[in-house]
């Protein structure tokens, strides 16, 4: 298993401005992903972290609006830039330790008000 | 493609059995099932490969049907601590490297005394 940590893990914050969310896992994993959780909703894939290479992004995500940083094995982040009232949600960042039929562990998420 | 889970929400007492179905529009890689207490972060149960095996631990065990691309989640002899909001994720086989999960909408139960 993985023990992930995030940081902050809540914040609320201004119309306009961004917020960086930082993700750092107690091992070495081989992939790391990053979803958005509106309060009562599923799990929305936002992009793969890739290491030493820019992120996937899934469709309706772009890098100007969430730029991915994966420097390392063990850790990752997510700007949430221009924030607006509909970017309000919970982020999570999740490992796992394979490519294929993985399982895959959540940190504590990142709750997010934009006002 | 996101997958369809059924029922949106159960309500049990304690002891009774529920079933949560998830099925897909596509060929499936593997079915896997979270479940998220409420201010928490999701926490993997089991998945399952095609093949149509069943899995299981304790009193939750699950079934995967490739070919109706339909997995189930079974809950025996429920407890308190089985309510929360299952998720199933469907993991499709993709040509680049790596794959990802795409999860369903949930389905909230609750176990009642």
Not at chain 2, 13 to 38: F, M, P, T
Request: a neutral charge; glycine letters at 8%.
């Amino acid at each position: 298993s993985a023990v992930i940590s995030q940081k902050p893990s809540r914040d609320i914050c201004q119309r306009g401005t961004s917020l960086t969310i930082q993700c750092q896992v107690d091992s070495q994993v081989t992939m790391m992903f990053w979803y958005r959780q509106q309060p009562g909703q599923s799990l929305t894939l936002i992009a793969t972290a890739n290491q030493g290479s820019e992120a996937t992004y899934e469709s309706g995500f772009v890098i100007d609006k969430f730029p991915i940083s994966r420097p390392n094995l063990t850790f990752s982040t997510l700007t949430v830039s221009n924030m607006s009232p509909e970017d309000s949600s919970i982020y999570l960042c999740s490992v796992t330790l394979w490519t294929h039929a993985y399982e895959q562990y959540f940190g504590p998420g990142t709750r997010l008000t934009v006002t | 493609q996101q997958p369809v889970q059924s029922p949106q929400a159960v309500i049990l007492r304690e002891g009774e059995d529920a079933v949560i179905n998830c099925s897909s529009s596509k060929a499936l890689y593997s079915v896997h099932w979270y479940r998220q207490k409420h201010g928490e972060a999701p926490v993997f149960l089991m998945i399952l490969l095609k093949g149509g095996e069943q899995k299981g631990h304790e009193k939750i065990s699950a079934s995967f049907n490739e070919k109706k691309q339909q997995s189930s989640l079974y809950l025996t002899a429920s407890q308190l601590s089985y309510s929360g909001t299952y998720f199933c994720g469907t993991e499709i086989p993709q040509e680049t490297s790596g794959s990802r999960l795409t999860f369903g909408e949930g389905t909230q139960l609750t176990v009642n005394p």
